[in-house]
């Protein structure tokens, strides 16, 4: 069972970059899934979220209407597209699956994790 991001990268401020996170030894359309990010010497966050019942999805305040979260079951891969990017969404950006039905901030529900990929957002 293994979550792998890829995707992300060094950008200017206004860019864009799509990360993905691909599952395999499991079919991610069972699972909730949430895009996490921890800034240096800060506590991890939550940015977004796709639910395994409905497709509902949910984001932070801080990145609402400039990200978006999909999943492509074919390819059981979530992905985040992220658009207008500040220098303050530099951070390594996780993805982690949860058995549960609907989306959660509390990150102890998640019990698979990536291993992160870094996005650096220069001014």
């Known amino acids: 069972v293994q979550l792998v991001e890829s995707g992300g990268g060094l950008v200017r401020a206004g860019g864009s970059l799509r990360l993905s996170c691909a599952a395999s030894?499991?079919?991610?359309?069972?699972?909730?899934i949430g895009w996490f990010r921890q800034a240096p010497g800060k506590q991890r966050e939550g940015v977004s979220c796709?639910?395994?019942?409905?497709?509902?999805?949910k984001y932070a305040d801080s990145v609402k209407g400039r990200f978006t979260i999909s999943r492509d079951n074919a390819k059981n891969t979530v992905y985040l597209q992220m658009n207008s990017l500040k220098p303050e969404d530099t951070a390594v950006y996780y993805c982690?699956?949860?058995?549960?039905?609907?989306?959660?901030?509390?990150?102890?529900?998640?019990?698979?994790w990536g291993q992160g990929t870094q996005v650096t957002v220069s001014s």
């Open positions: 982690a699956a949860a058995q549960r039905f609907f989306c959660s901030g509390d990150m102890s529900i998640y019990t698979y």
């Open positions: 796709f639910s395994s019942t409905g497709g509902i999805t």
């Open positions: 030894g499991f079919t991610l359309e069972a699972y909730t």
